[in-house]
């Protein structure tokens, strides 16, 4: 029986897919991600989909392409989203209930009865510090011997990997997670040259932010897929209301991500902007505060009309 998972590429998505892979004892098992930065199955996907006897598919909130599976399917996630109708599929999502989980990694172990650290680096991966707000992520960390600067490390060793756009690399990342203690992937080599690289990237997108109305905006081009960690520096570290930023050659595309504080979110409702934005014809998606999206360049002030509306 050939068990397919198809996983987010960040550190949650990774954390998720493990904790999916030790809760059912799955020993033969693919694990695959999308195009980096892009909300869709591509054909390879769709390909070992084909080929697969059962399919799970983890944070990532793509239901238009869950509707479409032909293969039973536990679709576990934690954005917001509709109901899938597709019968073929199981959907695991505390948000159609009207409940906010900050990770997928949460959601996949309350739902199995597993809980360890990859739970808590999740749940660090996808809000950063307020993670450290809830009593459970700090009880997960203090039980493998791990500070909060080493989940802070961790996450930013695991989502290495992709912000380089190295697909294969975040695949395999999942299986170097499975074979490896926490405290050794802290040194783990191939992970540490990739930090490195993205900082210089980073603090040079930094240097260029401008303000207007309490949120950051910034723009600029380069082929490591950096925005997310930029918005959250903006936003989480400098104390914007929000962060636009705006990505304007990533690999012949456009992308955007829009990133706003939990107070801002009360007032803009990110679900409502998703639906305008997909109205354009373009990928997009995000959860509570977060909105990504990748289009042609072509679109990209379309897109950006959008949320300028939003901006006050």
């Not at 203690?181 to 783990?188: A, N, S, T, V």
């Not at 803009?268 to 409502?272: F, K, N, P, R």
């Given at each position: 029986m050939l068990?397919?998972?198809?996983?987010?590429?960040?550190?949650?998505?990774?954390?998720?897919?493990?904790?999916?892979?030790?809760?059912l004892e799955l020993g033969d098992f693919k694990n695959m991600t999308p195009p980096i930065g892009e909300f869709r199955f591509d054909g390879k996907i769709w390909a070992a989909i084909e080929r697969a006897d059962k399919l799970y598919v983890l944070d990532l909130n793509l239901p238009q392409e869950v509707?479409?599976?032909?293969?039973?399917?536990?679709?576990?996630?934690?954005?917001?989203?509709?109901?899938?109708?597709?019968?073929?599929?199981?959907?695991?999502?505390?948000?159609?209930?009207?409940?906010?989980?900050p990770s997928a990694s949460l959601v996949v172990s309350e739902h199995f009865g597993i809980f360890n650290a990859?739970?808590?680096?999740?749940?660090?991966?996808?809000?950063?510090?307020k993670a450290f707000e809830l009593s459970r992520v700090e009880e997960l960390?203090?039980?493998?011997?791990l500070s909060r600067e080493d989940a802070l490390k961790l996450v930013e060793l695991i989502d290495s990997n992709?912000?380089?756009?190295?697909?294969?690399a975040v695949e395999e990342a999942l299986h170097v997670l499975l074979n490896y203690?926490?405290?050794?992937?802290?040194?783990?080599e191939p992970w540490i040259r990739r930090v490195e690289a993205i900082k210089e990237a980073v603090e040079e997108v930094m240097s260029s932010v401008e303000e207007r109305n309490g949120f950051a905006i910034v723009d600029f081009e380069s082929p490591f897929n950096i925005i997310s960690k930029v918005a959250r520096k903006l936003v989480w570290e400098k104390g914007y209301r929000g962060a636009v930023v705006v990505n304007r050659n990533f690999h012949g595309k456009a992308q955007v991500y829009f990133r706003v504080s939990p107070k801002e979110a009360e007032r803009?409702?990110?679900?409502?902007i998703i639906g305008k934005l997909r109205g354009l014809g373009v990928n997009a998606g995000g959860k509570r505060e977060?909105?990504?999206?990748i289009c042609e360049r072509g679109k990209l002030d379309e897109v950006l009309s959008v949320i300028d509306a939003y901006l006050g």
């Open positions: 068990a397919l998972i198809i996983h987010h590429w960040d550190t949650d998505g990774i954390t998720t897919a493990a904790l999916l892979v030790r809760a509707e479409k599976v032909p293969v039973e399917t536990l679709f576990i996630d934690h954005h917001i989203q509709p109901r899938i109708k597709n019968p073929r599929v199981r959907q695991v999502n505390p948000a159609l209930e009207g409940k906010h989980y990859w739970s808590a680096l999740g749940a660090v991966g996808d809000i950063g510090e960390l203090k039980g493998e011997g992709y912000i380089v756009m190295d697909r294969m203690e926490l405290r050794e992937l802290l040194e783990y803009i409702s990110v679900l409502t977060v909105i990504g999206c």
